[in-house]
């Protein structure tokens, strides 16, 4: 591959990093291990906030800081009940970069801005990134529901284009992408950067169960399914027997949503840790049918821009 191909890259110079890559923020799965790798091997490793306290939250940073000299990023989940707590943490601790999801970061951003710290958030739709933009994001994540986990209702190809025409900051594109094809299709519809989740799920620094590393690797292109719907929570996941009882509970009206919410509580922490085949929930995006390999973090980022390069670069002048 051509040495400094993406030295101009918005992404990469906006951040300090080599590849425009982000790992994404899986919670129970983007520890500081996974992390620091992937920002060791050029990209952005975020960990994922969740639902940590502050107190559990400031151990991961510290041990990322230990691991890797690179720049790194902290998701903060923005519906955890521990939101406040965090967002005041990633000020005192000096956290260069932040991303957001699952919820609106606005009344957050101005601290975080004026602390210098770099804040993206994840958008599902144009206006919201528009909001973001206007409240001084420095960049945008955009999550097509290809992806794994929790999802909005718009594919990668539908919302990349939209957005990238709405804002004038960089656009990360995120949801189905795990090679170099997918790498070259997102800045094709104008993104200057990918967002990679599935796929470093069997990176060998992740440390979640090898029973979820083996459904990825064996999964078929029909294997995942969304549950949550009803509850206005959506999540992409395997199917499995705790997926489809799932799925009938949500059928059936009979059945409260409290009810609903009891039977997901901690299925992802019994997928992850445990490699609870019966009842956990393993969150994983559609592209689970192109991965069939366990790799180094390195090894992956580096595959996936050698592939993008001979896609993209004979062609250019």
Request: include cysteine; glycine fraction near 10%.
């Amino acid at each position: 591959m051509k040495k400094d191909i993406f030295k101009n890259n918005s992404v990469c110079k906006l951040l300090g990093i080599k590849y425009p890559i982000f790992q994404g923020a899986m919670a129970w799965i983007s520890d500081a291990e996974l992390a620091s790798a992937v920002s060791n091997a050029g990209g952005l490793g975020i960990i994922a906030g969740m639902n940590s306290s502050a107190e559990q939250l400031k151990k991961e940073i510290e041990k990322a800081r230990t691991l890797t000299k690179n720049p790194f990023a902290v998701n903060i989940m923005l519906a955890s009940p521990h939101a406040e707590e965090v967002a005041k943490l990633v000020i005192e601790m000096k956290v260069e970069v932040i991303t957001t999801g699952a919820g609106n970061p606005l009344k957050y951003m101005k601290d975080w801005i004026s602390a210098g710290i770099k804040v993206i958030p994840l958008v599902p739709s144009v206006s919201f990134a528009r909001l973001v933009e206007r409240a001084g994001a420095h960049a945008v994540v955009c999550e097509g529901c290809e992806a794994g986990g929790h999802i909005g209702e718009l594919t990668t190809m539908v919302l990349v284009p939209q957005i990238v025409d709405a804002v004038s900051i960089p656009v990360i594109a995120a949801g189905g992408i795990a090679d170099g094809r997918g790498v070259a299709a997102a800045f094709a519809l104008g993104a200057q950067g990918v967002q990679v989740g599935t796929r470093f799920l069997v990176a060998k620094e992740c440390n979640i169960h090898q029973n979820y590393k083996d459904l990825v690797i064996k999964a078929k292109d029909i294997e995942t399914m969304v549950t949550g719907r009803r509850t206005g929570h959506p999540v992409r996941l395997f199917k499995s027997g705790f997926a489809r009882e799932f799925a009938k509970l949500e059928s059936d009206l009979s059945v409260t949503d409290e009810e609903i919410f009891k039977m997901g509580g901690g299925a992802l922490r019994k997928a992850a840790q445990d490699g609870d085949l019966v009842n956990g929930s393993f969150m994983a995006g559609q592209i689970a049918g192109l991965v069939s390999k366990e790799q180094a973090s390195k090894e992956i980022i580096v595959e996936l821009f050698e592939e993008y390069s001979k896609i993209v670069l004979p062609h250019q002048s």
